[in-house]
């Protein structure tokens, strides 16, 4: 069983950066790609980044030269680094895994963290 936990959220004024991690942890399993997701009070659950065992990377345009996602295969761990926030980033980050084990492939969430953007 694996589990993801967020960390890193909280309040920022716009222009701001705030640095997300995600840390798996348990036994019996291995994380091809892992991606931070989000949702905004009312909105749709959108793809922020994605990122690849191999470290192959897709963002969202929408926060395309601003964020920044890596991992840390060793540690487990994932991160965004999150500059230039600006007050529609505010959210509910995500993170997911797809999670290999004798039970199968399938995609794994975190419980999520808060960021707020505003002054």
């Not at 589990?3 to 995600?22: A, D, M, N």
């Not at 009312?42 to 659950?45: E, F, L, N, V, Y």
């Given at each position: 069983q694996v589990?993801?936990?967020?960390?890193?959220?909280?309040?920022?004024?716009?222009?701001?950066?705030?640095?997300?991690?995600?840390k798996a942890s348990?036994?019996?399993?291995?994380?091809?790609?892992?991606a931070w997701y989000r949702q905004a009070p009312?909105?749709?659950?959108e793809l922020v980044a994605r990122i690849t065992n191999a470290d192959r990377i897709n963002y969202a345009d929408s926060v395309k030269g601003r964020f920044t996602i890596s991992?840390?295969?060793?540690?487990?761990?994932?991160?965004?680094q999150m500059n230039s926030l600006k007050p529609e980033d505010t959210a509910v980050y995500y993170?997911?895994?797809d999670v290999i084990s004798l039970g199968g492939r399938r995609g794994s969430w975190g419980p999520g963290t808060q960021v707020y953007v505003s002054s």
């Open positions: 589990q993801l936990v967020e960390s890193g959220g909280g309040l920022v004024q716009p222009g701001g950066s705030l640095r997300l991690s995600c348990g036994s019996g399993f291995s994380i091809s790609a892992m009312g909105k749709q659950r991992r840390d295969n060793a540690k487990n761990t994932m991160y965004l993170c997911n895994a």
